[in-house]
């Protein structure tokens, strides 16, 4: 098949950040996709809906001129959350969701949930409105191996939340493990996981083997080949409990090449051609459009979109970098390398 056309599809996850960032990462992301799931660990968090309002405001202002884009926002989950605050959401036009970082697991997530034990009134109002909870699947103990965080989580975390709120909506973000496909496997259709271009392509031999390459370091990490090719099993397996999120965040070049390099990828450029790549490489192409434009929109509840795109096989390469800010540059995944499928 050397063309494929799609329903116009959706991100489930992404970081635009915010002020002049908005200028590069909301034309990036709009070309690819219509409804973006905005994330809300800004400095400081979006922890309101009436802050969510107002950050959709001011990422509207950089969409292109007669585009379908479609901010959808999401919550920041802190200790305080009070439970008054999902009859809102549920009431909102544009919120649709809560996320929940265990503080510290990842980028800007200090004020995140200690122990969701905690939030349990809180995840009692979101079961019975139907509010999905998104989770950053990653425990944060400096005991437990970065290469196990995800595992121990649902171990630990995940599996007694939905033992106690079995209705509840979950999407299990950006999954790099086996085990967290199982896991989700095991679950009714209420449970469901986002899963990333970078996780889906890449494993950790191409972060560590022959140097540390810092733009393919993301969190949770890259993890061992036999966990994408379980992934990539799910992924194409046309279950819609697994659907479409970049994670694609914005990181300056000289925080990622540097001694503490920052988490995350940006793949917002380029993200439907990876998937497209993903897919092909393992003969399921076809089912690039369930995964991409419909089971998300399916889960949310929001209808799925009329427009389409299509993909050509092409060659083509992925920008060296790209404009940020006023004078700085990001590097893109997979810069300078040739992709085989193209939007057109
Ligand atoms: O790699 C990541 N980057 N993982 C996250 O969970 C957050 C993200 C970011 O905000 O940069
Ligand atoms: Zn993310």
Same mark, same amino acid.
């Given at each position: ?17 915010? /002020? ?169 259709? !209420? ?47 046309? !279950?819609?409990?697994?659907?479409? /999120? ?99």
């Amino acid at each position: 098949m050397n063309s494929i056309t799609l329903t116009q599809p959706d991100d489930w996850h992404v970081h635009l950040r915010d /002020g002049k960032a908005l200028a590069r990462t909301v034309p990036d992301i709009a070309k690819q996709f219509s409804r973006v799931i905005c994330m809300p660990n800004l400095v400081p968090p979006v922890k309101t809906v009436d802050e969510a309002i107002a950050y959709r405001q001011r990422i509207m202002q950089h969409a292109p001129e007669g585009s379908a884009f479609d901010p959808r926002m999401v919550l920041y989950f802190t200790d305080h959350t009070p439970a008054s605050e999902v009859q809102k959401i549920k009431e909102s036009a544009h919120v649709n969701a809560i996320k929940l970082y265990p503080a510290g697991a990842t980028t800007n997530s200090d004020s995140g949930v200690s122990d969701i034990r905690k939030v349990y009134a809180v995840l009692e109002q979101l079961e019975k409105h139907q509010v999905p909870l998104l989770l950053h699947g990653e425990v944060t103990h400096s005991h437990v191996d970065i290469f196990d965080r995800e595992k121990k989580f649902l171990d630990d975390v995940l599996f007694p939340v939905i033992q106690q709120f079995p209705e509840l909506k979950i999407v299990l973000e950006h999954i790099t493990t086996s085990d967290a496909a199982h896991f989700v496997l095991e679950q009714k259709q !209420n449970v469901a996981a986002t899963i990333t271009p970078q996780h889906l392509l890449f494993n950790r031999n191409d972060l560590l083997v022959g140097g540390i390459k810092p733009h393919f370091y993301c969190l949770p990490i890259l993890k061992r080949q036999s966990h994408q090719t379980t992934l990539l099993e799910v992924a194409t397996s046309g !279950n819609p409990q697994f659907f479409l /999120g970049t994670d694609s965040a914005p990181h300056a070049q000289h925080t990622k090449e540097n001694a503490c390099g920052c988490a995350g990828c940006y793949s917002a450029v380029t993200a439907i051609e990876f998937y497209a790549q993903a897919f092909d490489q393992v003969g399921r192409i076809e089912r690039l459009e369930g995964f991409a434009s419909h089971f998300g929109a399916d889960f949310y509840g929001l209808p799925r979109n009329t427009a389409q795109i299509t993909l050509v096989k092409e060659d083509h390469i992925v920008p060296e970098r790209l404009d940020y800010l006023d004078d700085q540059s990001i590097v893109p995944l997979y810069a300078g390398k040739t992709l085989q499928w193209k939007k057109v």
